[in-house]
Structures are given as structure tokens and as C-alpha cells.
Nanobody
Framework: QLQLVESGGGLVQSGGSLRLTCVAS????????IGWFRQAPGKEREGVSV????????NYADSVKGRFTISTDTAKNTVYLQMNSLQPEDTGVYYC??????????????????????WGQGTQVTVSS
């Protein structure tokens, strides 16, 4: 059973930080690419950041570049999203997602959610002004 479980969301003031955690089970992060997406109320789910399997490379949405950092701990089968300088527009449900083994990085780096096959349940992030 392939499963992703997110945690670390919460309420934070503008300018604050949070670290989201995504723990994978049923497969290892060495073999799949992992991404973080978010969905604000009334908006489509959008890509935030993606990491090549094993943490080899990463890509970020323009809106979070310089503020968010994705990292991988392969020993713990865990992917993190460190979020600094949070703003109210960062509010939303954050989802961890994984591609099926074998998907090329070129399909993932664009953060097309249709290229991700497994999804977590999401964790709420709320940034107050």
C-alpha cells in the first residue's frame, strides 16, 4: 500500500515559518519524485515545489522561490518543505504527492499535478496578517 502522510501545518503570523513533513510508506523516496502542492479556497491546486527522487534536484513556483526549501531524508523516507517569510497568500491546504516509479524528471519539474499518482490527505496552513 503506497501512502503519504503530511504533518506540520498550523496557524502562523505573517513573516513566520513552518516546516511541513511528508512521510512515505510502501515505497522509498529513492525511486519516486515527490512534490508539494497547495490549494486555497476557491482556487485550483497548484504546484509549490518538486524534488527529484533521492533529492537530486528541485524546482519551485516563482511565488515561493527564495522563501521555501524542499529537502529529502532518504534514510527516513521523508520529504520536508521549509517555509519561511510566510504571507497570507500562502494560506491553503498543502498536499504531498508522489509520481509512480519510472516517470521522467522532465514530466515532474513543471509541477503538473496530472503527473503525480499518489496523494496525501493534506495539512492546513493558515497565515494571518
Amino acid at each position: 500500500q503506497l501512502q503519504l502522510v503530511e504533518s506540520g501545518g498550523g496557524l502562523v503570523q505573517s513573516g513566520g515559518s513552518l516546516r511541513l513533513t511528508c512521510v512515505a510508506s510502501g515505497f522509498t523516496s529513492d525511486y519516486v519524485h515527490i512534490g508539494w502542492f497547495r490549494q486555497a479556497p476557491g482556487k485550483e491546486r497548484e504546484g509549490v515545489s518538486v524534488s527529484m527522487r533521492g533529492g537530486g534536484s528541485a524546482n519551485y513556483a516563482d511565488s515561493v522561490k527564495g522563501r521555501f526549501t524542499i529537502s529529502t531524508d532518504t534514510a527516513k523516507n521523508t520529504v520536508y518543505l521549509q517555509m519561511n517569510s510566510l504571507q497570507p497568500e500562502d494560506t491553503g491546504v498543502y498536499y504531498c504527492a508522489a509520481s509512480r516509479p519510472g516517470r521522467p524528471w522532465r514530466d515532474i519539474m513543471t509541477m503538473n499535478r496530472e503527473k503525480f499518482d499518489y496523494w496525501g490527505q493534506g495539512t492546513q496552513v493558515t497565515v494571518s496578517s
